[in-house]
């Protein structure tokens, strides 16, 4: 991990753009980074309605820094409207995330044409091709995130989504974010009624160094949380091997009864930083918005 810590959000709630009541009404359950859609979850015929729902749910919002906005795929008219939209709103969301990209040249385009009108979000990219998964170490240095996306990976490989045809994936996503600093955040849970598929792939992920998750449902967040914000107890004891591993002038040191050296002070330094950087940008809610709630009655995707 390079440079400071980002903050990265745990859980992703997406939204589609379809009604600016279920869009508002999303802010409650308790997500991170709540994600506005115009992709995928818009049919065709609605996007143009779709950006007006979003422009007017930004200048609602009560903590825009903490909302993202899925575009369009770039080379599209759709995404063309998209990027104006964003440029034109005298509100800006703190997270712009894109699909279907191939190249880091189509993170720096889209990135330096938002600047151009003064707008500077993280930029998330959604893995979700063959190419994207080829060319990884260069997105994840363009880019400010990277985000699984199974569903479109899975039909462009002709492919079932299961662990084992998604894993090659995401061992390359964890590899390429741990190299640059990049935020790792996995695919949504298409099998909502299987509470247990959640649960071990959430496992599964965190064994591998994501830090997040997406959800297309509510009724996920707590499980998502719980399994992925930072835990009190494992941020005392990394500042307890960082502290112990100084005592002994950076060398070996004896914790609790276990060998702690360097490696292990720098992956607890590393704990930390991630874990302040969250609890300085997710872990207060000025805003009062957070539940346990599992209405279901949310738009899915």
């Known amino acids: 991990m390079t440079g400071a810590a980002r903050a990265v959000p745990r859980s992703v709630l997406y939204t589609p753009a379809l009604s600016l009541d279920q869009v508002v009404k999303a802010w409650s359950y308790d997500a991170d980074l709540h994600l506005i859609d115009l992709e995928d979850s818009v049919p065709p015929q609605q996007k143009t309605a779709a950006r007006t729902v979003c422009r007017a749910a930004l200048e609602k919002a009560p903590r825009p820094a903490n909302l993202a906005v899925r575009v369009?795929?770039?080379?599209?008219?759709?995404?063309?409207?998209?990027?104006?939209?964003?440029?034109?709103?005298?509100?800006?969301?703190?997270?712009?995330?894109?699909?279907?990209?191939?190249?880091?040249?189509?993170?720096?385009?889209?990135?330096?044409?938002l600047a151009s009108a003064g707008v500077r979000p993280q930029i998330y990219v959604t893995v979700e091709t063959p190419q994207a998964v080829a060319d990884l170490d260069a997105i994840a240095e363009a880019a400010d995130g990277l985000v699984l996306g199974s569903a479109d990976l899975a039909a462009t490989m002709g492919v079932e989504i299961t662990w084992a045809n998604m894993l090659p994936a995401r061992q390359a996503m964890a590899m390429a974010c741990a190299r640059y600093g990049t935020?790792?955040?996995?695919?949504?849970?298409?099998?909502?009624?299987?509470?247990?598929?959640?649960?071990?792939?959430?496992?599964?992920?965190?064994?591998?160094?994501f830090q997040g998750k997406a959800t297309v449902h509510p009724a996920?967040?707590?499980?998502?949380?719980?399994?992925?914000?930072?835990?009190?107890?494992?941020?005392?004891?990394?500042?307890?091997?960082?502290?112990?591993?100084?005592?002994?002038?950076?060398?070996?040191?004896?914790?609790?009864?276990?060998?702690?050296?360097?490696?292990?002070?720098?992956?607890?330094?590393?704990?930390?930083?991630?874990?302040?950087?969250?609890?300085n940008r997710f872990g207060r809610r000025a805003d009062g918005a957070g539940s346990d709630s599992e209405e279901a009655d949310h738009d899915r995707r």
Request: aromatic share 4%.
């Open 72 to 113: 369009n795929p770039l080379g599209t008219l759709q995404a063309v409207h998209d990027v104006l939209m964003l440029a034109e709103c005298p509100v800006a969301p703190g997270f712009v995330v894109m699909t279907m990209v191939d190249s880091p040249v189509e993170v720096t385009l889209a990135r330096d044409t």
């Open 183 to 209: 935020a790792c955040i996995d695919t949504a849970n298409f099998r909502l009624g299987e509470p247990a598929v959640l649960a071990e792939e959430i496992a599964r992920v965190q064994e591998l160094g």
């Open 220 to 279: 996920e967040l707590d499980a998502i949380n719980k399994a992925l914000r930072p835990d009190p107890e494992e941020l005392r004891r990394a500042r307890r091997v960082t502290a112990a591993v100084e005592a002994a002038d950076g060398g070996i040191a004896v914790l609790d009864g276990n060998m702690v050296g360097p490696p292990f002070a720098r992956m607890a330094r590393t704990t930390v930083a991630l874990g302040d950087a969250w609890a």
